[in-house]
Every structure is written in structure tokens, then in C-alpha cells.
């Protein structure tokens, strides 16, 4: 997963000084010197609107989860695992940008060939089983998984000739993205339940 980005902090930072009237160069001194960030955006925060986007969708999703879990009083501190919540984010990111997958079809099934390196590849490792299984228990497909040295192979079966034409609709990474486990799911990672996805 991406850091949070240096372009849109910059465009942010930019249009902030804009407002207030101050050079971007004499900021960029003052910064250099040890001027104190936070105290700025709070004095310019009255004249701003107010955002509602962090700017990069990990951050955005481990700061509801970190809101959630602080406003919630019954949340056992001792259990939170932020860090997993993150490597399972990478993981996402990882799988999705930089997997790839091939698919041939039957009358009856899909199977879906994933192949990935590196990083992506312990992603396609930890998900794709993972989620085969989730699949199969909330639809009314049948879908297995296994790994292989360069990825993993999914099939999904269906009888039904328009869940099937869906299946291929979907591709891979539709069906990946297939249900609204994700974010109960994310919540409990971060709590400290149970991972499903072997982090």
C-alpha cells in the first residue's frame, strides 16, 4: 500500500498557505527552521471548509476503525492490533494493483489462475483462500482455492446459467471484492479477533 501522498499533501499544504496570505518559499524557510506545523493548521483550520477525505483510502479506513474502536467503551485495549488491520490493507492493495489473473470457463465453472511476486504474492497467499471460503458460505456459488508457487488457482462453480454469466462478468477481482464482509471484518482484525486471512 502506498504511503499517504506527498502530491496531495503538497496541493493541500500549497492551497492552506494561499488562503492565509503566506508565500509558499518564505513557509518553506520557516518550516525548514522548525516552525510548528500543527499550531499553523489549527490557525488556519477557521478559515478552511471542512474536508471529509484523508486522502489515501488505508489511512481513511484505519481512522474510522481507530474512531470506532475510541468510541466505543466497552473496546479492550489490551486486544487492539492496528498493526494487523494494516498488513491486511497492504495485503488488499497489493493483491489488487499488482496480481494478475487469467480465467477459463465451462458450463458449469470459472477457474480463475492468479499469479503475482513479491509482496503481491503473499497477498494472493493470504486472501485468496481465505475468501473462497467466506464466498462459498454467503452465495449460492461453490468456490475453492489453493496456492500455488506463483499464486493461486480459484474455481467457482454455479449451476445457474445467470449466476454464471455474473461470475464472468465479475472476473477475479470482482469476485474478490464480492460481499460486505470486508468491513465487519476489518473492525473485529483490529479489535483483536479472529484473522481469517493469516497475516
Do not use: C
Not at 62 to 73: G, H, M
Not at 86 to 93: A, G, I, K, S
Not at 135 to 147: G, Q, R
Amino acid at each position: 500500500m502506498a504511503e499517504f501522498s506527498t502530491l496531495k499533501l503538497t496541493a493541500a499544504f500549497v492551497a492552506l498557505l494561499a488562503m492565509q496570505g503566506t508565500s509558499f518559499a518564505q513557509t518553506k524557510m520557516q518550516h525548514q527552521s522548525g516552525m510548528d506545523h500543527s499550531k499553523m493548521m489549527q490557525q488556519g483550520a477557521a478559515k478552511l471548509p471542512v474536508a471529509s477525505e484523508p486522502g489515501q483510502g488505508g489511512f481513511a479506513a484505519i481512522a474510522e476503525i481507530v474512531a470506532l474502536l475510541s468510541a466505543d467503551p466497552k473496546t479492550d485495549w489490551s486486544k487492539v492490533d492496528i498493526t494487523a488491520l494494516r498488513e491486511h490493507l497492504v495485503d488488499m492493495n497489493e493483491l489488487t494493483l499488482y496480481a494478475s489473473a487469467t480465467s477459463t470457463a465451462s458450463d458449469t465453472s470459472v477457474i480463475f489462475t492468479v499469479s503475482a511476486e513479491g509482496r503481491a504474492l503473499k497477498a494472493v497467499h493470504n486472501m485468496v483462500p481465505a475468501h473462497a471460503g467466506v464466498l462459498s458460505n454467503s452465495t449460492n456459488w461453490n468456490v475453492k482455492a489453493e496456492v500455488t508457487d506463483t499464486g493461486a488457482i480459484m474455481t467457482v462453480n454455479s449451476e445457474n446459467p445467470k449466476e454464471l454469466q455474473k461470475i464472468k462478468a465479475l472476473g477475479f477481482f470482482g469476485i474478490m471484492a464480492t460481499g460486505a464482509h470486508h468491513q465487519a471484518h476489518h473492525v473485529l482484525m483490529a479489535a483483536g479477533g479472529a484473522n481469517i486471512h493469516g497475516n
